[in-house]
Nanobody, 124 residues
Framework: QVQLVESGGASVQAGGSLRLSCAFS????????MAWFRQAPGKEREGIAR???????AYADSVLGRFNISKDNANNILSLQMNSLKVEGSAMYYC??????????????????WGQGTQVTVSP
């Protein structure tokens, strides 16, 4: 089993930056892929960034060039640096992990382990 706990969500103005963290624990040796998703009220959950076991990353077009995913294996922390935030980025943000290698596109059906989420609100 893998446990995931997100933190860092906050309210921020459009154009600002925020850094989310996800502490992972348990049987971390089984993890081959980790990702960040977000879900706004009334919308489907969207995969926005993922990183595999050797550090390769991929991003949704909606965040490409503005967000950066990274993983600190020594401290078991997954991070998401978010720059140039937009109002439409307001959502609950979740980190996810799985024992299988990363797939394209970033689909929530490919991840078995989830955190509880952290809220990001972007105001005009």
């Amino acid at each position: 089993q893998v446990q995931l706990v997100e933190s860092g969500g906050a309210s921020v103005q459009a154009g600002g930056s925020l850094r989310l963290s996800c502490a992972f624990s348990g049987s971390t040796y089984i993890i081959r892929c980790m990702a960040w998703f977000r879900q706004a009220p009334g919308k489907e959950r969207e995969g926005i960034a993922r990183i595999d076991g050797i550090g390769y990353t991929a991003y949704a077009d909606s965040v490409l060039g503005r967000f950066n995913i990274s993983k600190d294996n020594a401290n078991n922390i997954l991070s998401l640096q978010m720059n140039s935030l937009k109002v439409e980025g307001s959502a609950m943000y979740y980190c996810a992990a799985d024992r299988t290698w990363c797939q394209r596109p970033i689909s929530d059906g490919d991840f078995a382990y989830w955190g509880q989420g952290t809220q990001v609100t972007v105001s005009p």
